[in-house]
């Protein structure tokens, strides 16, 4: 069973600085694309970024680019995410996701972490 746990989560101030990890067990870790999504209170879910099986190819949204930055090592099993220069509205629940490609697609994916907690005061 396909398990992803997050952690990295917090209370930040605008402009600063988090990274959050998800752990992920259950199957070949390095075969899988990686992905975080995020929700915010009232909106749907939205993705944020995605890297490939190998880590060479990554996928961002338009409104993290430059910001945020999606790693993964594949002997640890983790996802990262770096996310830089936050703001107020990056503030949401982040979940990582994996799927069934190798490539960082942004739908299609099949499993979900428990979420962490961001937010950014201003």
């Known amino acids: 069973q396909v398990q992803l746990v997050e952690s990295g989560g917090g209370l930040v101030q605008a402009g600063g600085s988090l990274r959050l990890s998800c752990a992920a067990s259950?199957?070949?870790?390095?075969?899988?694309?990686m992905g975080w999504f995020r929700q915010a209170p009232g909106k749907e879910r939205e993705f944020v970024a995605a890297?490939?099986?190998?880590?060479?190819?990554?996928n961002y949204a338009d409104s993290v680019k430059g910001r945020f930055t999606i790693s993964r090592d594949n002997v640890q099993n983790t996802v990262f995410l770096q996310m830089s220069s936050l703001k107020p509205e990056d503030t949401a629940v982040y979940y990582c996701?994996?799927?069934?490609?190798?490539?960082?697609?942004?739908?299609?994916?099949?499993?979900w972490g428990q979420g962490t907690q961001v937010t950014v005061s201003s």
């Open positions: 996701a994996t799927g069934g490609s190798w490539y960082p697609t942004r739908t299609g994916y099949d499993y």
């Open positions: 890297i490939s099986n190998s880590g060479g190819t990554t």
């Open positions: 259950g199957r070949t870790f390095s075969r899988y694309a």
